[in-house]
Every structure is written in structure tokens, then in C-alpha cells.
């Protein structure tokens, strides 16, 4: 109890939270993270387990496995069947991951907000104006991925990937302080758009998976490819890849970020609100037509 207290006093410390997670060399302790998680030696696997537990409240009760191979083989791991029920209704966006919610709403034009008060343009973030074009006055919501939480992330909905773009950038930490600090963070990092369209009514929806410190990597199902830090390849990937809701669509190797843009029409689901923690396949958002009905119109 006494070391439960102790981690809380200092992670509460937003000036040491901050100094420790930030003012570091991101890029090389990322890069680092990427090689040391995936060393399959047991003394490190169950030595770093162990000091991961001191941080944070990790749970594997849910887990598919219960012994793993390294570091990252718990990061990435996989769930029992039925852990998660998906929200069958076809009105409803479901959430891509466990998360904690953190700025959502309207977008206003191509703003939208990191954290009160810092503003950014959400076409920055997609490293193309053109694209973020159907999502003008849209609506959206950041789900943020703690260590912690289960790392995969799943299709909001039956839906086809029709392009990935991926940008490099930074790695700052994506937690709350760091958002409080860092203006435009999320057009800073390194990330990856999604884009894809609903099967049925052809809307079109956007996940923009972004990358932090010690994230090393990000797969993507539907690339055959890892994302990372010393990628090369080409920037936009044009690709058709059909999901059923649910259907995995890849995973983050550490706990990020990402953000979820739905066209006008949309509206958050009720009880989606900054601080609430939400879980894969239950409700986000509702489509336009349920957006409709629900207000009245």
C-alpha cells in the first residue's frame, strides 16, 4: 500500500512527470524500448514485468496467454475469446480499443482541441488538407492508450482501408501533462492516417493512430508491414482491406493514442466524455441517421 502511494505522490509530481518522460532523448530510448522488449531472456522478461507492475495497474486476467515469451510479447498480447463484446448495432461506431477518453466533439472547421485551451488543425495532423476535407465540421474523439491497457485495436465498424498514410515525427509522451505543455503534439509525433469507408452507407471515417515515447512500432494488419521510427518506404500506401466490426486491424507495441474523425452527421455517444474509460466494441459514436432520430429531427 505504502508503494502504491509512494508511485502516485510521484507520478502526481506534474513538473518530474513531465522532466522524466520528455525532457529525455525520446527518439533513442524509443529506439532502444523497440530492441529491449523483444529480448527473449527470462530474467529480463519477469525483471521488467515486475517493475512495469510497480507503475501502473496492469491486469492480465483478460489475457489469451498466461506466460509470455519477452517484454513486448506481454505489450502486444492478445485477448481470451469473449473478453470484449462489439455493439452490434450497424448505427453505432464502436470504439477501435480500451482507452481513456480525452478531447472530443465537434470539429470546428479543421480545429479541434489536444487539451483545453491548445487548439490544432486537424489538417495538420493528417499531413494533407485535401484529405481532412470530408471531415470539415465533423466530429471527433481521442482515445488514449495507457501502458497498461490492452494494445490492439479493432475496426469501428464493416468498413474497407482504402489508404494508410504514414508520418514521421516526433515520440513526446501523449499523457495528460504533456498535453497540457506541448502545443500541436499530436501534428509533432509520429502517427499514421487511416482512412476507410463504411460498407453499406459509403461514409467515410478516419483513425489516426499516434506514436509516443517507447512506442517503437505500429502494425498495421492490412500493410504486411511494420511503422516505425526507421521506415523508409513510401508516405501514402493505397490498399484495400475489408474489416468486419470488431475484425482486429493491427496494434501498437506500448501504450499511445489515437483518434477517431467521423463527417458532419455524426454525434458522440451517450456518455462519451473526457475521463471516461471505455473498452473495444462498445458505443462511440452514432451514425447520422441514429444521430438524427436521437436529437429529435
Same mark, same amino acid.
Given at each position: 500500500?505504502?508503494?502504491?502511494?509512494?508511485?502516485d505522490?510521484?507520478?502526481?509530481?506534474?513538473d518530474?512527470?513531465?522532466?522524466?518522460?520528455?525532457r529525455?532523448?525520446?527518439?533513442?530510448?524509443?529506439?532502444f524500448?523497440g530492441?529491449?522488449?523483444?529480448?527473449?531472456n527470462?530474467w529480463v522478461?519477469?525483471?521488467?514485468?515486475?517493475?512495469?507492475r510497480?507503475?501502473?495497474?496492469?491486469d492480465?486476467s483478460?489475457?489469451?496467454?498466461?506466460?509470455?515469451d519477452s517484454?513486448?510479447?506481454?505489450?502486444t498480447r *492478445?485477448?481470451?475469446?469473449?473478453a470484449?463484446s +462489439?455493439?452490434?448495432?450497424p448505427?453505432v461506431?464502436?470504439?477501435?480499443c480500451?482507452?481513456? +477518453?480525452?478531447?472530443c466533439?465537434?470539429?470546428?472547421?479543421?480545429r479541434?482541441?489536444?487539451?483545453?485551451?491548445?487548439?490544432?488543425?486537424?489538417?495538420e495532423?493528417?499531413?494533407?488538407?485535401?484529405?481532412?476535407?470530408?471531415f470539415?465540421?465533423?466530429?471527433?474523439?481521442?482515445l488514449?492508450?495507457t501502458?497498461?491497457?490492452?494494445?490492439r485495436f479493432?475496426?469501428?465498424?464493416?468498413?474497407? +482501408?482504402?489508404?494508410?498514410?504514414y508520418?514521421s515525427?516526433?515520440?513526446?509522451? +501523449?499523457n495528460p501533462i504533456a498535453?497540457?505543455r506541448? *502545443?500541436r503534439?499530436?501534428?509533432?509525433?509520429e502517427?499514421?492516417l487511416?482512412?476507410a469507408?463504411?460498407?453499406?452507407?459509403?461514409?467515410?471515417i478516419?483513425?489516426?493512430?499516434?506514436?509516443a515515447?517507447l512506442?517503437?512500432?505500429?502494425?498495421?494488419?492490412? %500493410?504486411?508491414?511494420?511503422?516505425h521510427?526507421?521506415?523508409?518506404?513510401p508516405?501514402?500506401?493505397?490498399?484495400?482491406a475489408?474489416y468486419?466490426?470488431?475484425?482486429?486491424?493491427?496494434?501498437?507495441?506500448?501504450?499511445?493514442t489515437?483518434?477517431?474523425?467521423?463527417?458532419?452527421?455524426?454525434?458522440?455517444?451517450p456518455?462519451i466524455?473526457?475521463?471516461?474509460?471505455?473498452?473495444?466494441g462498445?458505443?462511440?459514436m452514432? %451514425?447520422?441517421?441514429?444521430?438524427?432520430?436521437?436529437s429529435?429531427?
Amino acid at each position: 500500500m505504502k508503494t502504491l502511494r509512494w508511485r502516485d505522490a510521484l507520478l502526481q509530481q506534474e513538473d518530474l512527470n513531465f522532466l522524466l518522460t520528455n525532457r529525455v532523448p525520446r527518439m533513442a530510448l524509443t529506439r532502444f524500448m523497440g530492441w529491449f522488449s523483444k529480448l527473449r531472456n527470462p530474467w529480463v522478461r519477469d525483471a521488467s514485468i515486475a517493475v512495469w507492475r510497480l507503475f501502473t495497474e496492469l491486469d492480465l486476467s483478460d489475457s489469451k496467454k498466461t506466460h509470455f515469451d519477452s517484454l513486448h510479447d506481454c505489450f502486444t498480447r *492478445e485477448l481470451k475469446p469473449g473478453a470484449r463484446s +462489439v455493439d452490434g448495432d450497424p448505427d453505432v461506431l464502436a470504439s477501435p480499443c480500451d482507452a481513456i +477518453v480525452g478531447a472530443c466533439g465537434a470539429v470546428d472547421g479543421t480545429r479541434v482541441f489536444q487539451a483545453k485551451g491548445f487548439p490544432y488543425e486537424a489538417a495538420e495532423l493528417f499531413g494533407d488538407a485535401q484529405a481532412f476535407e470530408p471531415f470539415r465540421d465533423g466530429c471527433y474523439v481521442t482515445l488514449r492508450l495507457t501502458s497498461s491497457m490492452y494494445h490492439r485495436f479493432h475496426a469501428p465498424h464493416d468498413s474497407r +482501408v482504402e489508404r494508410v498514410t504514414y508520418l514521421s515525427g516526433d515520440t513526446w509522451n +501523449v499523457n495528460p501533462i504533456a498535453l497540457k505543455r506541448v *502545443e500541436r503534439l499530436f501534428c509533432r509525433n509520429e502517427r499514421a492516417l487511416v482512412e476507410a469507408r463504411l460498407l453499406g452507407s459509403d461514409h467515410r471515417i478516419a483513425l489516426v493512430p499516434v506514436a509516443a515515447i517507447l512506442v517503437a512500432s505500429l502494425r498495421l494488419h492490412c %500493410l504486411d508491414l511494420l511503422l516505425h521510427l526507421g521506415y523508409r518506404g513510401p508516405k501514402r500506401i493505397d490498399c484495400t482491406a475489408d474489416y468486419r466490426k470488431g475484425d482486429e486491424m493491427g496494434w501498437f507495441e506500448h501504450g499511445s493514442t489515437i483518434i477517431v474523425f467521423a463527417p458532419a452527421g455524426f454525434a458522440l455517444a451517450p456518455g462519451i466524455a473526457p475521463g471516461r474509460q471505455i473498452r473495444m466494441g462498445q458505443a462511440l459514436m452514432t %451514425l447520422p441517421c441514429a444521430a438524427s432520430t436521437a436529437s429529435g429531427g
